[in-house]
């Protein structure tokens, strides 16, 4: 049994003194495996006094030596690869094989492009006698969830790092093994004490941290609910936020659309990761005389992804992170059929051999109509609810019919006509005929899927402050 047991400040692994411990869970089994001591609200204030020396030295640090702490990191971190796609594979059920070709690389690019994006960023510039500057914003809390955990991690640590502010780091309970690999590696890599902290904890600890009188700004990525609440907690004083929420993202193939390529990568994009992406495609609008072929189609892809062990290097599809997760995903899935929609394959059924643990079948839903609670609460889970349409302005009215505003994909063989309904689509980025997402444009959301910019110099720049200097 592993114990999460130090937090981090002032450059030091220190024991958490909080009153509580929490379980972690392997969701292939059921079974804990790990303990996490959570932190007091005296580790909490040592944490943050921390983050506020830090501040104050590396505030001043040059770009070069951010960018050198960047490298170092990224280094760090592929050196501890082996044990950190371990860890996601036993506490989230992320399979070694996503852990390895997606997980960790897209972290270790994330540290990558904060580097290159310091040389992007016109630090001063000269307007008649002003002269504006990009000055870091101070202590930034990030908070962050449990299904992508060390690119989250990366993009708030290293766009603080970069721009020039101190940080604490609030990661999730539910897979904090991340965090603690993360941390290790900010140890080793030389970074001045107090710029990156860590402390352990659940919604009591997040909220502390948001209401701290020496905190100036949040970067939050979790659930829309909790969003709202830090957004409100934060507007008591004053403090920007940064918002990336939950998805309900649409992939819209169009009349002319390959079927076959299309369907594969819709389906693989609502599988990975048992669908517990932000970015999950759980919604394909699709043109009705071309439902049963799509149907036809996912059915050969999904059984391309067996449920099995995240831990077997040859598992696609492993279990969701939790029995909460569990439990909504397939009651959702109940709920959707009770209001008519109709279940192509998957649900409950799951192999007897796997019958400890929270897996959920790959799972299709036909019938789907917008005003279906499938059709607009994210699910987080291996299911895509396939939508009808009979025109193009149908079918964008219903990819924007939710809150949210994410992500989504258009499929045409036509790419003019493509890009030209992406236009149309209310959300922050889309992905044309399976085009890779270029990690370098800025990533996030609009509505309920929050605001704020991640990524390269984008993420930098949303912890940074304008300051005008007027010479007589
Ligand atoms: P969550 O909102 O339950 O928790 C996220 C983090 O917030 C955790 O660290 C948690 O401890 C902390 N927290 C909870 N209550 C808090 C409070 N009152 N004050 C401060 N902190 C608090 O989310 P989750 O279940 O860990 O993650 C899944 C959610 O994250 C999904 O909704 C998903 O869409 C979203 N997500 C969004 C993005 C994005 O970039 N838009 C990326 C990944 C995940």
Redesign the pocket.
Same mark, same amino acid.
């Given at each position: 049994m592993y114990l999460y047991s130090k937090f981090y400040s002032d450059g030091e692994f220190k024991s958490a003194t909080g009153a509580i411990h929490l379980d972690v869970v392997n969701p292939s089994t059921g079974q804990k495996i790990a303990d996490v001591a959570t932190c007091s609200s005296i580790d909490v204030e040592q944490a943050v006094q921390s983050a506020r020396r830090g501040f104050e030295v590396w505030s001043k640090s040059s770009v070069a030596e951010r960018r050198r702490v960047l490298y170092e990191l990224r280094d760090q971190i592929t050196a501890a690869a082996d044990r950190a796609v371990l860890l996601l594979a036993q506490e989230m059920g992320c399979p070694v094989w996503l852990g390895k070709n997606m997980q960790l690389p897209m972290a270790l690019k994330g540290l990558e492009l904060a580097a290159e994006g310091l040389d992007q960023i016109k630090w001063q510039e000269k307007i008649g006698n002003g002269i504006v500057e990009k000055v870091p914003c101070g202590v930034v809390v990030a908070?962050?969830?449990?299904?992508?955990p060390f690119h989250?991690i990366v993009a708030k640590v290293a766009a603080a790092i970069a721009a020039g502010c101190a940080v604490v780091l609030?990661?999730?309970?539910?897979a904090p093994g991340a965090a603690q690999v993360f941390m290790e590696a900010v140890n080793a890599a030389g970074i001045p004490a107090g710029v990156v902290n860590l402390v352990w904890? &659940?919604?009591a600890v997040?909220?502390q941290?948001?209401t701290h009188p020496l905190v100036d700004r949040i970067s939050?990525?979790?659930?829309?609910?909790? &969003?709202r609440?830090?957004m409100a907690?934060a507007a008591e004083g004053i403090k920007p936020v940064t918002l990336?929420?939950?998805?309900k993202s649409a992939a819209i193939l169009l009349d002319d659309a390959d079927i076959e390529k299309s369907v594969a990568s819709v389906t693989r994009l609502s599988l990975a990761n048992s669908g517990?992406?932000?970015v999950s495609q759980s919604r394909l609008i699709a043109p009705r005389h071309r439902v049963t072929d799509i149907i036809d189609h996912w059915r050969a892809c999904a059984s391309q992804w067996p449920l099995g062990n995240p831990t077997d290097e040859t598992t696609r599809l492993g279990p969701v992170a939790t029995s909460m997760q569990h439990a909504r995903v397939l009651g959702m899935i109940e709920f959707a059929q009770n209001r008519g929609a109709a279940l192509v394959a998957g649900g409950i059924d799951r192999p007897v051999s796997l019958n400890q643990g929270f897996y959920v079948q790959p799972t299709l839903l036909a019938n789907v109509s917008q005003d279906m609670e499938i059709a607009q609460e994210?699910i987080?889970g291996p299911v895509l609810a396939i939508m009808p349409y009979d025109t193009e302005d149908q079918a964008i009215d219903i990819a924007n019919s939710t809150r949210y505003g994410?992500s989504g994909a258009v499929w045409s063989r036509d790419a003019e006509h493509a890009l030209a309904v992406a236009r149309r689509m209310k959300t922050g980025q889309v992905v044309i005929n399976g085009a890779t997402q270029n990690l370098a444009t800025p990533? &996030?959301?609009c509505g309920w899927? &929050?605001f704020g910019r991640?990524n390269g110099r984008f993420g930098i720049e949303e912890m940074l402050n304008y300051r005008s200097l007027h010479s007589a």
């Amino acid at each position: 049994m592993y114990l999460y047991s130090k937090f981090y400040s002032d450059g030091e692994f220190k024991s958490a003194t909080g009153a509580i411990h929490l379980d972690v869970v392997n969701p292939s089994t059921g079974q804990k495996i790990a303990d996490v001591a959570t932190c007091s609200s005296i580790d909490v204030e040592q944490a943050v006094q921390s983050a506020r020396r830090g501040f104050e030295v590396w505030s001043k640090s040059s770009v070069a030596e951010r960018r050198r702490v960047l490298y170092e990191l990224r280094d760090q971190i592929t050196a501890a690869a082996d044990r950190a796609v371990l860890l996601l594979a036993q506490e989230m059920g992320c399979p070694v094989w996503l852990g390895k070709n997606m997980q960790l690389p897209m972290a270790l690019k994330g540290l990558e492009l904060a580097a290159e994006g310091l040389d992007q960023i016109k630090w001063q510039e000269k307007i008649g006698n002003g002269i504006v500057e990009k000055v870091p914003c101070g202590v930034v809390v990030a908070i962050t969830p449990w299904n992508f955990p060390f690119h989250q991690i990366v993009a708030k640590v290293a766009a603080a790092i970069a721009a020039g502010c101190a940080v604490v780091l609030k990661p999730s309970e539910v897979a904090p093994g991340a965090a603690q690999v993360f941390m290790e590696a900010v140890n080793a890599a030389g970074i001045p004490a107090g710029v990156v902290n860590l402390v352990w904890g &659940g919604p009591a600890v997040g909220e502390q941290l948001v209401t701290h009188p020496l905190v100036d700004r949040i970067s939050f990525t979790g659930s829309t609910q909790v &969003g709202r609440r830090i957004m409100a907690s934060a507007a008591e004083g004053i403090k920007p936020v940064t918002l990336e929420l939950g998805g309900k993202s649409a992939a819209i193939l169009l009349d002319d659309a390959d079927i076959e390529k299309s369907v594969a990568s819709v389906t693989r994009l609502s599988l990975a990761n048992s669908g517990q992406a932000c970015v999950s495609q759980s919604r394909l609008i699709a043109p009705r005389h071309r439902v049963t072929d799509i149907i036809d189609h996912w059915r050969a892809c999904a059984s391309q992804w067996p449920l099995g062990n995240p831990t077997d290097e040859t598992t696609r599809l492993g279990p969701v992170a939790t029995s909460m997760q569990h439990a909504r995903v397939l009651g959702m899935i109940e709920f959707a059929q009770n209001r008519g929609a109709a279940l192509v394959a998957g649900g409950i059924d799951r192999p007897v051999s796997l019958n400890q643990g929270f897996y959920v079948q790959p799972t299709l839903l036909a019938n789907v109509s917008q005003d279906m609670e499938i059709a607009q609460e994210e699910i987080f889970g291996p299911v895509l609810a396939i939508m009808p349409y009979d025109t193009e302005d149908q079918a964008i009215d219903i990819a924007n019919s939710t809150r949210y505003g994410l992500s989504g994909a258009v499929w045409s063989r036509d790419a003019e006509h493509a890009l030209a309904v992406a236009r149309r689509m209310k959300t922050g980025q889309v992905v044309i005929n399976g085009a890779t997402q270029n990690l370098a444009t800025p990533f &996030g959301g609009c509505g309920w899927s &929050g605001f704020g910019r991640e990524n390269g110099r984008f993420g930098i720049e949303e912890m940074l402050n304008y300051r005008s200097l007027h010479s007589a």
